[in-house]
């Protein structure tokens, strides 16, 4: 019998090799997917891309991914809200026309801890709301100004226009069209202090610095965030915009 050619060997040595490597990451990637899925996995649920987002759990590199699904996802984004306290009352859509109207629309009158004025928005915005209050505000509340946030001031989320710049009004529609938006003017904190950001942002102090750190710290969680520093139109407020191209200022 004719022995195999040394290439020959080779490549069935090779196709020998990669068919064990192959079945090695079969195995592998499916034990940690019946790890990640079993009913008692030992892998905290905020670690975990098969579970549901809890707003309230530590922020984790898996957190963004299981947000964008509760973004994605109107049921699943309510229960997150639900699970964590926000007090985000179930509306019917609002259907005004091609460019204006609320999606998953709710009243929204509580945050984690926070209250608010009560307002009609969306889910998501919502969603995103509550992920800044809880993970971003109370902290630096607590860490630079020693008390909490009692309650957040807003000046609107839904409204059917185009829109504005500082040269006048945009053809394009406003995120507030949608109600992807929402504007925050102010925060009373827990020790009766009431900070505005019109009134506040330039001062010196620590006042100044806790508003600064949550205009940024804004940024984790909406794409768009524009304050007192983009422009005149801004200097009274936070815009806070879900979806769009990704800027903050």
């Given at each position: 019998?004719?022995?195999?050619?040394?290439?020959?060997?080779?490549?069935?040595?090779?196709?020998?090799?990669?068919?064990?490597?192959?079945?090695?990451?079969?195995?592998?990637?499916?034990?940690?997917?019946?790890?990640?899925?079993h009913?008692?996995?030992?892998?905290?649920?905020?670690?975990n891309?098969?579970?549901e987002?809890?707003?309230?759990?530590?922020?984790?590199?898996?957190?963004?991914?299981?947000?964008?699904?509760?973004?994605?996802?109107?049921?699943?984004?309510?229960?997150?809200?639900?699970?964590?306290?926000?007090?985000?009352?179930?509306?019917?859509?609002?259907?005004?026309?091609?460019?204006?109207?609320?999606?998953?629309?709710?009243?929204?009158?509580?945050?984690?801890?926070?209250?608010?004025?009560?307002?009609?928005?969306?889910?998501?915005?919502?969603?995103?709301?509550?992920?800044?209050?809880?993970?971003?505000?109370?902290?630096?509340?607590?860490?630079?100004?020693?008390?909490?946030?009692?309650?957040?001031?807003?000046?609107?989320?839904?409204?059917?226009?185009?829109?504005?710049?500082?040269?006048?009004?945009?053809?394009?529609?406003?995120?507030?069209?949608?109600?992807?938006?929402?504007?925050?003017?102010?925060?009373?904190?827990?020790?009766?202090?009431?900070?505005?950001?019109?009134?506040?942002?330039?001062?010196?102090?620590?006042?100044?610095?806790?508003?600064?750190?949550?205009?940024?710290?804004?940024?984790?969680?909406?794409?768009?965030?524009?304050?007192?520093?983009?422009?005149?139109?801004h200097?009274?407020?936070f815009?806070?915009?879900?979806?769009?191209?990704?800027?903050?200022?």
């Open positions: 019998m004719t022995k195999p050619s040394r290439r020959r060997r080779f490549l069935l040595s090779a196709a020998s090799f990669l068919f064990g490597l192959l079945t090695l990451l079969i195995v592998l990637v499916g034990g940690v997917w019946w790890l990640l899925a009913p008692n996995t030992p892998v905290p649920p905020y670690w891309p098969l579970r987002l809890t707003v309230t759990a530590p922020v984790t590199p898996v957190t963004t991914y299981q947000l964008n699904r509760a973004l994605a996802d109107d049921v699943m984004c309510r229960a997150a809200l639900a699970e964590a306290g926000v007090q985000f009352e179930p509306m019917e859509d609002l259907v005004v026309e091609e460019n204006c109207g609320i999606a998953g629309r709710g009243r929204l009158t509580n945050l984690v801890k926070a209250r608010i004025a009560a307002i009609e928005t969306r889910c998501a915005t919502t969603l995103r709301l509550a992920m800044w209050e809880h993970h971003v505000v109370q902290p630096a509340a607590e860490k630079v100004l020693g008390t909490a946030v009692s309650r957040l001031r807003q000046i609107g989320s839904y409204n059917c226009r185009r829109m504005r710049t500082a040269q006048g009004q945009d053809n394009g529609w406003s995120s507030h069209a949608t109600a992807d938006a929402i504007d925050i003017v102010g925060l009373d904190l827990s020790d009766g202090r009431s900070l505005n950001l019109l009134s506040d942002w330039g001062t010196d102090g620590p006042e100044a610095d806790f508003l600064r750190q949550i205009g940024r710290g804004a940024c984790d969680w909406f794409r768009v965030v524009l304050g007192p520093d983009y422009n005149r139109l200097a009274d407020h815009h806070l915009q879900g979806p769009g191209w990704g800027y903050c200022r």
